[in-house]
């Protein structure tokens, strides 16, 4: 009886999707060690994503509410009324909704590419907002996509891209994403997205550093994930968490460093880390207004208006196309 719709695109981006055992495998064999920051969002690394954003470090998801809610009524003006609203990622934080209340928009569709999490969210959402037209599409967005045919025709869809996601992709890899989304988007269509600010290197390191140690936690679920879904005999403790500001590349990197010479099977590959050595796990850049609105030009987005923090420590901007 669920009034939400849903649109199963996965199969299709499926195989661009490569799994949490190719991936290590590819990852690990030699340095430099990677491991892609997708992997950290099974369950419990959502949860724990979740419970950083409420750390007094990680300023970034505070900033961004206090932005949209300030910017309500500037955003409601440049947006418009009768809109579909496109959500990049889950349909489950309190920024939607704010956009929901202000916007009225006659349809929400939430493209995530965790299908539980998907269908959970937008079915709350359906629940709390009868008057909305609410559709859910299973999709990879990092890779190609084009609308279901009911969705396509909508007019002035509006994309939203909140929480600096997009700081987690290169440069490169987000300007390729950006041109997805404006072949995704008819002439007209508009982007509202969320993007942290390069700052101070004391703050950034902060906010990747919480006290409490979730955000180690968070870093460790990725070898707890090797342990437990791929067999792994090794140990998240042997591992110290490791955040610091890229100041040339205007990124934090966080890294997993072994805190001893270890060994240990991924499948049929065997994996040896030196004491010492790093897995290099993600990347969040940073961006000035210059940046950000330059990158975004060249992907064919025209800079509308964007909104700040008094301090200038996280930006929202608006784009059409
Ligand atoms: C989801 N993403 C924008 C977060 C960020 O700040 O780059 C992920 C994160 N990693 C550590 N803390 C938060």
């Known amino acids: 009886d669920s009034r939400i719709r849903f649109h199963d695109l996965l199969d299709t981006s499926r195989a661009a999707a490569s799994s949490l055992l190719e991936d290590a495998r590819a990852g ?4 430099p060690r990677t491991l892609s920051p997708k992997h950290f969002y099974d ?7 979740d419970r950083i954003c409420q750390q007094p470090e990680y300023y970034p998801t505070r900033t961004e509410e206090a932005i949209l809610e300030a910017a309500l009524p500037d ?6 009324r009768e809109t579909t609203l496109i959500e990049l990622g889950s349909g489950a934080s309190r920024k939607i909704r704010l956009l ?10 939430g493209i995530d590419i965790s299908r539980d999490f ?10 709390d907002y009868p008057w909305l037209d609410v559709h859910a599409i299973c999709a990879d967005f990092t890779t190609p996509l084009t609308l279901p045919a009911e969705l396509a025709d909508s007019e002035r869809p509006v994309a939203f891209f909140p929480g600096s996601s997009i700081g987690n992709f290169s440069p490169d890899e987000a300007s390729v994403m950006l041109d997805h989304l404006r072949e995704l988007l008819p002439v007209g269509g508009g982007l ?16 990747y550093n919480d006290a409490a140690g979730i955000t180690a936690e968070f870093n460790r679920n990725l070898i707890r994930r090797l342990r437990d879904e791929l067999g792994a005999e090794v140990d998240p403790a042997d591992f110290d968490h490791r955040a610091f500001y890229n100041r040339d590349a205007c990124r934090i990197e966080m890294h997993l460093v072994s805190r001893r010479d270890q060994r240990f099977m991924l499948g049929e590959t065997p994996i040896e ?11 969040s850049w940073k961006y000035s207004d210059a940046g950000f609105e330059e990158m975004a030009g060249q992907a064919g987005f025209a800079p509308v208006e964007r909104w700040h923090d008094p301090e200038g420590l996280f930006g929202v901007y608006y784009f059409t196309r």
């Open 100 to 109: 929901l209340d202000a916007l009225r928009p006659s349809r929400y569709a």
């Open 192 to 207: 509202l997205i969320g993007v942290d600010m390069i700052k101070s290197p004391a703050i950034l390191e902060a906010a």
């Open 273 to 283: 880390l030196r004491r010492g050595e790093s897995i290099h796990t993600e990347d």
């Open 43 to 49: 369950q419990r690394g959502s949860e724990l994503f």
């Open 28 to 31: 690990l064999g030699e340095p």
């Open 118 to 127: 998907l269908i959970d969210s937008t079915e709350r959402l359906a629940v």
């Open 75 to 80: 955003i409601t003006e440049r947006v418009g």
